[in-house]
């Protein structure tokens, strides 16, 4: 089970950090993902890290402005978001990969989500 927090409402230019623990599974055997969904648009990839956290992957749009971590002593893995822009406004799902030896940026690849967190960047 995975369990995202930590969206909110900010204003354009802030920053907000999101986290996302898990339980029930050995979290350091998962490459970690986030993914967002905006209204009426597909569920995209964001940002990933690989089991150890030594490796990690973004999307253009948010390279340089969000950065991926992960604690496995924690079981969490967060997403802090600056320079927030109104076209960053989407639900945010983190989720978890047990296969795949690289990050994915395929969402069928995941094989366990968390239930989305809001963010809400007003212009």
């Known amino acids: 089970q995975l369990q995202a927090s930590g969206g909110g409402l900010v204003q354009t230019g802030g920053s907000l950090r999101l986290s996302c623990v898990g339980s029930?599974?050995?979290?350091?055997?998962?490459?970690m993902g986030w993914f967002r969904q905006a209204p009426g648009k597909e569920r995209e990839f964001v940002a990933g890290?690989?089991?150890?956290?030594?490796?990690?992957s973004y999307r253009d749009s948010v390279r340089g402005r969000f950065t991926i971590s992960r604690d496995n002593a924690k079981n969490t893995v967060y997403l802090q978001m600056n320079s927030l822009k109104p076209e960053d406004t989407a639900v945010y799902y983190c989720?978890?990969?047990?296969?795949?030896?690289?990050?994915?940026?395929?969402?069928?690849?995941?094989?366990?989500w968390g239930q989305g967190t809001q963010v809400t960047v007003s212009s």
């Open positions: 029930g599974l050995s979290f350091g055997k998962y490459n």
């Open positions: 890290v690989r089991r150890s956290g030594a490796n990690t």
């Open positions: 989720a978890a990969d047990r296969r795949s030896v690289s990050i994915s940026l395929r969402e069928y690849d995941y094989n366990y």
